[in-house]
């Protein structure tokens, strides 16, 4: 699986993120992001959350009104594919890597962009870890990071065997 870093992003804390031009990625995330609930986000194996760029397009198929960095993503990817990720996987991003620790519940803070939207990224399906769900990943992944390192749009994200 090989694809590119379309966006990177941040926050103060709250929804969406802005996009950056490049960053440092941490064992606490992208240097300059911040968290609205730090006991649930910015804990080392929530560092990082990824969401790829097909799946922000099928959300807005479902009317939606969300864009890159809406969902409070830090990495908006495109060309990997959301139904093939699984936690435990590694991925190369820029000079960063990554693991993916698990799909993200999405919260309540998502509710600005539709009613519903949540149980229409989220279901019991992915809640119990199965992948063959269609929503899987839509919500994206947390990942924890593996090795720091400097990220920017444009960058490959690759699997690591």
């Known amino acids: 699986m090989k694809g590119v870093i379309v966006q990177l992003s941040i ?21 300059g992001d911040g968290w609205r609930h730090r006991t ?22 479902m009317g939606f009104p969300v864009y890159a960095g809406a969902l409070v993503e830090n990495l ?6 959301r139904k093939a990720m699984r936690p435990g996987q590694r991925f190369r991003c ?25 149980d229409a990224i989220y279901d019991l399906r992915v809640m119990k870890g199965d992948f063959g769900s269609e ?3 839509l919500s994206g992944f947390y990942a924890a990071v593996a090795e720091p390192g400097c990220v920017a749009p444009g960058d490959a994200i690759e699997l690591i065997a």
């Open 11 to 31: 926050s103060l804390g709250g929804v969406p993120n802005r996009a950056i031009e490049r960053g440092d990625i941490t064992a606490r995330g992208i240097t």
């Open 40 to 61: 649930i986000h910015g804990i080392p194996k929530r560092a990082i959350l990824l969401i790829t760029a097909e799946g922000l397009d099928e959300i807005r198929g």
């Open 76 to 81: 908006t990817t495109r060309g990997i594919d």
């Open 94 to 118: 820029g000079a960063a890597v990554i693991r993916l620790t698990e799909v993200r519940h999405p919260c309540y803070t998502l509710s600005v962009y539709g009613k519903g939207i949540q």
């Open 135 to 137: 929503v899987w990943g």
